[in-house]
């Protein structure tokens, strides 16, 4: 009987079709003329091992067409590298490609280049990182940011604060600009502890208080526009689980956590006195969702709040002598604030979610004349993405003795010297107010802002406290601000806004008082 001739294969060996033959073979021929049923059973059997070796020699071709495949992947593969090591170079071409691997190469030329260009990006991007790599004493990592904000101003009507205007007083404009409101942040990670993550970041800019002169010739001494000192805006650290953050933190309330869209308007943010609940007061945080998902979450929080005092709260400390630093009436009260505050947010679209959230406030005073009095709000913000170019956001009010807080028209009650008894006459101001914003985005690098805030304490409890020929801030009664501004991004790191606000402040006896605002903002963040 004839054996099958051996076949050889460069990648996988010696052949086992013609090698399958032999056992057969010799089966036969042990079986000679008697065995023809022993003859027909082999038969099969060697019918059935042919089968088998039929399919394991195709097995043994896909997998030789599957190495080639991968060996063209390698040599494609080889030749990118080279290509991005050598700068841009053209890549070698292999004598005699095949012709399936070079259709590849022709389709991806693009992705390629993509790839190219990302990389070289990341790779300028980790230079840059390693050059300005900021070492803590903690070896954590710290990111440093900022923003570099030049604003030009143009007041028709005297304002509090050219800059940063609040409340119109009356009198003759201004223009001029200022680098003051530029800010930098720092953010770190630390250890874990507890199963949490710890964190902690920090911000500051340069608009600290101007001191002024002590001189006894009249000459005030040299006062210069650009004249900055550093002041502490917020502050937090931390600890973060999955879902409970407990915080420290000098930062806004957390009944009022947003805030109207400004570039212009950085140090004292915009709306500020006009219905916008912004001062930065020492809390201590706790925050749980209850329960997160795409489709509904709802977040309740809690804080300790030390308030600070309204500007116009008097500076008259009877039984302190004069040398000391009086604490605030919160802290002379010894109790500390509460907030409180519960967030229902709707379903995940984009990385949007519409939100609507309630509060509450309170806080106890011993004021320096001799009363005790409390502060207290209710409030109502709001978050609500219309479309995917469109968002409504807002915050609204109602309390009493807010100057601490940002609103109650710089006061947190009225007073007025009783003659009869040597003391005070004394009244804690209601008050109401907020704000409301609409965006508008055309894309990630241009928005419109349109916003409207209003404070306003009730003019019945303040008239009986008015002072004839007093400052308009003493006087006043009603803030409101108009605003409309447009930022436009070029980049990541570059921004720029034109700004228009119209101030009007209404005193609690006599007529308005309006300034309109131009500003114009350049900033470079890093």
């Known amino acids: 009987m004839k054996v099958s001739e051996v076949n050889r294969n460069s990648h996988s060996g010696v052949s086992l079709r013609g090698w399958a033959a032999v056992p057969v073979a010799f089966c036969l021929a042990v079986a ?87 990389q070289a990006l990341q790779e300028s991007q980790i230079a840059t990182q390693e050059q300005t790599k900021v070492e803590s004493e903690s070896k954590y990592p710290v990111k440093v940011t900022g923003l570099v904000l030049l604003s030009a101003f143009s007041n028709t009507g005297a304002v509090d604060t050219p800059a940063t205007p609040s409340v119109a007083i009356g009198g003759a404009g201004s223009a001029g600009a200022t680098v003051r409101q530029t800010m930098v942040g720092f953010d770190a990670r630390g250890p874990h502890l507890f199963g949490a993550r710890s964190f902690a970041d920090l911000r500051i800019d340069f608009f600290g208080g101007q001191p002024s ?200 009650f009225a007073y007025s010297p009783n003659p009869n008894t040597g003391g005070y006459y004394f009244r804690p101001l209601d008050d109401a107010g907020g704000w409301a914003q609409l965006k508008a985005r055309t894309g990630e690098r241009l928005q419109f802002n349109a916003a409207y805030g209003m404070d306003n304490v009730f003019a019945g409890q303040l008239r009986p406290y008015y002072v004839e020929g007093g400052p308009m801030i003493q006087n006043l009664a009603r803030n409101r601000t108009i605003v409309g501004n447009t930022i436009y991004s070029p980049s990541a790191y570059l921004l720029f806004s034109f700004e228009y606000r119209r101030l009007t402040s209404t005193p609690v006896e006599g007529p308005s008082v309006s300034s309109n605002i131009i500003g114009v903002g350049a900033g470079y963040k890093f």
């Open 32 to 118: 000679g003329p008697g065995g023809s049923a022993q003859t027909a059973q082999q038969a099969d059997l060697a019918q059935r091992v042919e089968q088998l070796t039929g399919a394991m020699t195709r097995a043994q071709a896909q997998l030789e067409r599957s190495q080639r495949d991968l060996d063209e992947m390698r040599l494609q593969m080889a030749e990118l590298r080279r290509e991005i090591a050598g700068g841009g170079a053209s890549p070698a071409v292999s004598p005699d490609p095949p012709a399936p691997a070079q259709e590849t190469y022709t389709a991806t030329s693009e992705p390629i280049q993509d790839l190219r260009e990302r």
């Open 213 to 412: 002169s002590v001189s006894t010739t009249g000459y005030q001494g040299y006062l210069n526009s650009n004249w900055a000192s550093l002041r502490l805006r917020t502050a937090h650290a931390g600890l973060e689980w999955s879902q409970t953050q407990i915080q420290f933190a000098l930062d806004r309330p957390i009944v009022s956590p947003d805030t109207p869209t400004s570039l212009t308007a950085v140090a004292v943010p915009a709306l500020a006195w006009s219905g916008n609940l912004w001062t930065w007061n020492p809390q201590a945080v706790i925050t749980q969702n209850l329960f997160a998902s795409h489709s509904v979450g709802l977040e309740v929080q809690a804080a300790l709040i030390d308030t600070g005092d309204a500007p116009l709260t008097p500076q008259v400390t009877p039984n302190t002598p004069p040398a000391t630093n009086p604490p605030g009436s919160a802290e002379a009260s010894s109790k500390p604030g509460v907030e409180a505050r519960i967030a229902l947010a709707g379903p995940d679209r984009d990385g949007q979610r519409a939100r609507i959230a309630a509060g509450g406030y309170f806080a106890a005073h011993a004021s320096a004349l001799g009363r005790n009095y409390d502060s207290w709000a209710s409030t109502l913000d709001t978050r609500l993405p219309l479309g995917s170019h469109l968002e409504f956001t807002g915050s609204f009010y109602r309390g009493a003795a807010l100057g601490g807080l940002g609103a109650g028209a710089y006061k947190d």
